[in-house]
């Protein structure tokens, strides 16, 4: 309901229960209005792709993958060494370029899966689409922050390995080397396994509604990933509010990133701890991190750059593109 409130205040037409019970219900109603269908995810492409196409006979088609699915499967399969799992991730790989293929064009987030799915998919539009977000900056400086902080939800099983990851492996190396330094698990529908592992320096948070005033308390923000796909949230909105960042490869990966100008990279619970280090009371490298991060950001996900990548993809679709004098401004809430 609250979302359903916030894009009606936006001006955004919500077409919802009781007074549309089914997506079809509404396609052979309105279907021909429509000039773009926007798609999220392969389930909802194997819903309601044949109907869009029956009943929305001018529009095209783009689906946003959000990440590959195949991808994040494929790799926890193989970090489990799991022959049943790699199976999964076979299936869903044939699910996600058939969604591709049948798609007028699609959209991912990162280079990296760009790069991976080109050479299979000849002759399909796909486009990348990182991050969009408010860029807020920071005016909190480096000596009125402690701590370090992992922002994800646990419904979503690479954070919870991340969380276990850190805390088992790489909290006992601070320990001993940054005695009395704090790690805060941010985010919703914390496991049972997350939440055992709460103690005197591990503090399982739960859901924060607004991040920015905790995320300026905060020294570091980390990023443990061992699995997953696509480009990382928790580092764009690290990154966004000038909250220096340490991840894996992996989790940088296809974000454009330059390891130590705006982000460090680290693998390895040895590496890592020893980044987490060096930057914890290194307040020049710290600082410059931290304004390097809000200028990436700004120029990567701000509005204006969100404003061009959109413009191109529509064009592509053969859809007319006019900008207007106003100012782009991202809507939150805050603001409106």
């Known amino acids: 309901p609250e979302y ?93 370029y058939a969604a591709i293929r049948s ?5 991912v ?14 002759g399909q539009k796909i486009f990348v689409f990182p991050l969009i977000m408010n860029i807020r900056g920071t005016t909190t400086g480096f000596s009125e922050r402690k701590g370090i902080v992992f922002v994800g939800g646990y419904e979503h099983m690479p954070n919870v390995d991340a969380v276990l990851y850190f805390v088992s492996e790489i909290m006992p190396i601070l ?21 055992a592992l709460a103690s005197e320096d591990v503090k399982i948070v739960g859901f924060v509604k607004d991040l920015s005033p905790f995320l300026d308390r905060i020294r570091l923000s980390v990023a443990p990933l061992r699995y997953g796909a696509g480009i990382k949230g928790k580092i764009g909105t690290a990154m966004s509010v000038g909250l220096p960042t340490i991840a894996t490869s992996l ?31 290194n307040e020049p490298l710290w600082s410059s991190i931290s304004r390097e991060s ?18 191109n993809i529509l064009a592509e679709l053969g859809m007319e593109v006019n900008r207007g004098h106003r100012h782009l401004k991202l809507y939150s809430p805050e603001s409106n």
């Open 294 to 311: 809000i200028t990436f950001s700004d120029q990567a996900w701000g509005a204006e750059a969100a404003w061009k990548i959109q413009a």
């Open 109 to 122: 987030h990162s280079t990296a899966e760009l790069d991976l799915l080109l050479p299979d998919l000849p």
């Open 175 to 195: 320990r001993n080397k940054l005695p009395g330094v704090n790690f805060y698990a941010v985010g919703s529908k914390a496991t049972a396994e997350i939440m």
């Open 103 to 107: 798609a007028d064009a699609s959209i």
């Open 251 to 281: 989790a940088a990966e296809g974000m454009g990133l330059t390891d130590g100008q705006n982000i460090i990279v680290a693998d390895g619970a040895e590496e890592f701890a020893n980044a987490i280090i060096q930057l914890y009371d």
């Open 4 to 96: 359903t409130t916030e894009l009606q205040r936006a001006g955004i037409e919500v077409v919802y229960s009781p007074y549309v019970r089914t997506v079809v219900q509404h396609l052979i109603e309105y279907g021909k209005r429509y000039d773009l269908v926007f798609m999220f995810r392969p389930n909802v492409v194997d819903l309601h792709l044949l109907n869009v196409r029956k009943y929305c006979t001018e529009a095209k088609v783009l689906y946003h993958t959000i990440d590959l699915h195949f991808l994040r499967m494929q790799r926890e399969a193989e970090l489990q060494k799991s022959e049943v799992k790699m199976t999964a991730a076979a299936k869903m790989r044939g699910r996600e």
